[in-house]
């Protein structure tokens, strides 16, 4: 079983809104941060935002603060990606994943080596 589910990507045109979910299914060895993640076509994988799932702090990359939300419902261990004015440079696979060990911050997404649990992602493309 996959630890970790991506859904909700699409084609959208420019200005539009997509929300992505990451379904968590783990059931032991849960650390406090979750996040998203994205690769363009012939591009480095980039942090998007990052959620600590304990106290709720969250954390932006990459110039998506002001149109990116992350947020978690905890009833049902799913973290989602809130993406509104959505722009061509947007269009990428998008990752979620998990810290692999306790004692780091939410905050350390430029060591990828850290975060495991890697979702198989789900494609949002947009159209100008």
């Known amino acids: 079983q996959v630890p970790l589910v991506e859904s909700g990507g699409a084609s959208v045109q420019a200005g539009g809104s997509l929300r992505l979910s990451c379904a968590d299914s783990r059931s032991t060895h849960r650390t406090n941060c979750l996040g998203w993640f994205r690769q363009a076509p012939g591009k480095e994988r980039e942090a998007v935002a990052s959620?600590?799932?304990?106290?709720?702090?969250?954390y932006y990359f990459n110039s998506v603060q002001g149109r990116f939300t992350i947020s978690q419902e905890i009833t049902n261990n799913t973290v989602y990606l809130q993406m509104n004015s959505l722009k061509p440079e947007d269009t990428a696979m998008y990752y979620c994943?998990?810290?692999?060990?306790?004692?780091?911050?939410?905050?350390?997404?430029?060591?990828?080596?850290?975060?495991?649990?890697w979702g198989q992602g789900t494609q949002v493309t947009v159209s100008s």
């Open positions: 994943a998990a810290l692999k060990e306790r004692g780091y911050p939410c905050t350390v997404v430029r060591a990828q080596y850290l975060w495991g649990s």
């Open positions: 959620i600590n799932i304990v106290d709720g702090s969250t």
